[in-house]
């Protein structure tokens, strides 16, 4: 018990001596890299936290330096390529894009009847457009979560669009939604650049 709390307190003593010798170092490349303070000082911690968690694999000491500019690089290529896939984009910019939902649509419609309508369906249909649209998969994604192909996936949507517009039409009373009205359920997502 004594030489693992020694071994601990060493572990320790030696991250604190990494940290003081390296942070400013680190933080300044990854200022470098991210123009921006804030993201900096977190791709900054990441690595530490990397190496706190990995760091003992690490046989050759001497290459520590090497191993945390190297890990913050990554964690900067790995958060660019999150936000290229997933942008921040503020609403009011994002509007022009965003589907038309008619007046007819948004009474005859809300969130719950959606839901409730999707339960309803098939899941041959019911789980590629979950993921589609609820778990937000790209059509690649789902076709490799139910090891099916692409076409099959666009398929079942294609079809799963259609029976649940049906079943939505069913909802609303007998009424049918008006033949102006969007051939897509308010949920559709506005870029097709989850298609692959």
Partial sequence: MRRLVLGNRRRLMEFEHLVQEHYQGLYRFALSLAQREADAADLTQQTFLRWATRGF????????????????????LTGNRRAVRYPHVELADAEPELPVVQDRMTEVMDGQSALNALNQLDE???????????????????ASILDVPIGTVMSRLSRGKAQLREKLSDQSHGETLPSESPKVIPFEPAQSSRHG
Avoid: C, G, N
């Fill in 124 to 142: 041959t249909y019911r789980v590629p457009l979950m993921l589609f649209y609820l778990q937000q998969h790209s059509y690649q994604e789902i």
């Fill in 57 to 76: 694999q690490l046989r050759d000491r001497s290459k520590a330096k090497t191993w945390l500019f190297t890990t913050l690089y990554r964690e900067f």
